[in-house]
């Protein structure tokens, strides 16, 4: 795993939320860059999660999955939680997020872990 800060060293850097996602995709050696106040989490230069646990705007903290449309529907049947993120305004986004305060926030999460070693997002 890498971490990409380009603060000071003597800075110290935010906390990455869920870090057990990084854990979790730690075969696949992940680079956290700090991001809008978050962090992206990258594999081979592609970013396929944005981690948040902000006090702002708390709804739409949680796991954020970079997709596309065209995989909402099978990705809701695997994440039933998932839902659209809110800051980007309303209706369908193609980033979609986990939401922390979901019931199966955990059990999804890894299931998305899986999904990405598998290469299936």
């Known amino acids: ?4 800060n380009k603060s000071s060293v003597n800075r110290i850097s935010k906390k990455i939320a869920f870090e ?3 854990e979790a995709l730690i075969s696949l050696d992940p680079i956290v860059k700090p991001m809008f106040g978050c962090h992206a989490i990258y594999v081979e230069e592609k970013i396929i999660f944005m981690l ?19 995989y909402h529907t099978s990705l809701e049947r695997e994440l039933p939680s998932m839902r659209s993120i809110k800051l980007f305004g309303g209706g ?10 979901a019931d199966d926030f ?7 872990c899986e999904m990405v070693l598998n290469r299936d997002i």
């Open 106 to 112: 955990e059990e999804s999460v890894f299931k998305a």
């Open 52 to 70: 948040r646990n902000r006090e702002s705007e708390p709804y739409d903290n949680g796991v954020w999955l970079a997709t596309s449309p065209q």
């Open 92 to 101: 369908k986004t193609k980033w979609q997020n986990i939401p922390m305060e």
């Open 20 to 22: 057990f996602v990084l």
């Open 1 to 4: 795993m890498v971490i990409n």
